[in-house]
């Protein structure tokens, strides 16, 4: 009796927590937006307007940290009116011209879209690609990224290699909407990236090493792997024929309700090595799954991969992918020239206007 009543006084003070943090950061946001706001407006009445600007930020600092204490340098100041430059296309319509604070014992209007901390926003108003911004967000919002986790999938183009990976039409699908796992296919990037492994890229290493880096690190690889994983086994043995065999990494996917089957490949994918996943796939669909469950999904990691392989030796209706990894960042800016001309390839194709 004592127990539930503890855990439900616990939960209490848990959700008023959340609910302060929760409500500080819109308040944080809200304000630095205002302020952003009232700086652009004041600076665009001004007769020589980038000398005027510099002026205003100066003096506006010195006051505001004077009368208020620290937190507001010049260069703080200069990133509230590039918040409010940012996302003022979108944000300034749905608030009044001047926001209004409540009073004591009104609470902060929730449809207000500022979902994150300031410490977020300050990450995603440097991404100049508006669509490639709000894939972030809306990631960040869903998945409850903290600012360390937001940065690392930032800084490994995770935008980029989702988009990569998938079929033309569902580009701008996934700049609105995010990263949605409705079937298989959407759960792959190319390449996977697992610099957090600390595996020197010009050093030899075996399957079994790099397995055994990977379960050391088991939460930062399946925040790359993405949304619904769950972890099963490793080198899970099954018995067939008088014979055993091992799939190296088993994961559920609770999303597309299937098994994810993973084999390590170090080296470049053989077609041998696809047929040995077709086998590990038919035994967990045939002895394995439950009949309310998803067809298996088999996923080949390897170092090297031949599209024109995987696609000669595989079925058009496949449930085996192949994905290239990576054991260091994949350089941004070569990602983003590669999904720009892709694009670009497309909707030529399509007769669409540029």
């Known amino acids: 009796m004592s127990s539930i009543f503890f855990d439900k006084v616990a939960s209490i003070v848990e959700k008023a927590r959340a609910y302060v943090g929760r409500t500080a950061n819109l308040a944080m946001c809200v304000t630095y937006f205002e302020v952003g706001r009232m700086i652009v407006e004041q600076e665009q009445g001004g007769k020589a307007r980038a000398k005027y600007g510099k002026g205003l930020l100066n003096e506006l600092s010195v006051y505001l940290t004077k009368r208020l204490g620290r937190g507001f340098s010049t260069v703080n100041l200069k990133n509230f009116r590039k918040f409010y430059i940012t996302y003022a296309p979108s944000i300034g319509q749905t608030m009044s011209a001047e926001f209004n604070f409540p009073q004591k014992g009104q609470t902060m209007s929730a449809e207000l879209p500022f979902m994150l901390s300031w410490s977020h926003y300050q990450i995603l108003m440097r991404i100049e690609n508006s669509n490639e911004r709000h894939f972030y967000e809306v990631q960040a919002t869903n998945e409850q990224w903290t600012v360390r986790q937001l940065q690392r999938q930032y800084g490994s183009s995770l935008y980029e290699r989702l988009a990569l990976s998938r079929n033309k039409d569902e580009v701008i699908r996934l700049a609105k909407e995010g990263q949605t796992i409705e079937k298989p296919r959407d759960i792959l ?142 350089d941004k800016s070569l990602l983003q020239q590669k999904l720009s001309e892709w694009v670009e390839e497309f909707e030529e194709g399509r007769g669409v206007p540029t």
């Open 189 to 330: 990037k190319n390449p996977l990236v697992l610099e957090f492994l600390d595996m020197a890229e010009d050093s030899a290493y075996s399957e079994t090493d790099l397995e055994s880096a990977i379960i050391a690190k088991l939460q930062k690889f399946l925040l790359e792997l993405g949304k619904g994983f769950l972890f099963e086994n490793r080198q899970k043995r099954f018995s067939f024929d008088e014979k055993s065999f091992f799939v190296d990494l088993v994961f559920y996917n609770r999303l597309l309700q299937c098994y994810v089957l993973i084999d390590l490949k170090t080296s470049e994918l053989k077609h041998q090595d696809l047929g040995q996943m077709q086998m590990y796939v038919n035994y967990f669909d045939r002895y394995v799954k439950k009949d309310f469950e998803k067809p298996t999904v088999g996923i080949l990691l390897c170092s090297e991969k031949n599209d024109n392989i995987v696609e000669l030796t595989l079925p058009v209706d496949s449930n085996i992918y192949a994905s290239a990894y990576s054991l260091y960042l994949p």
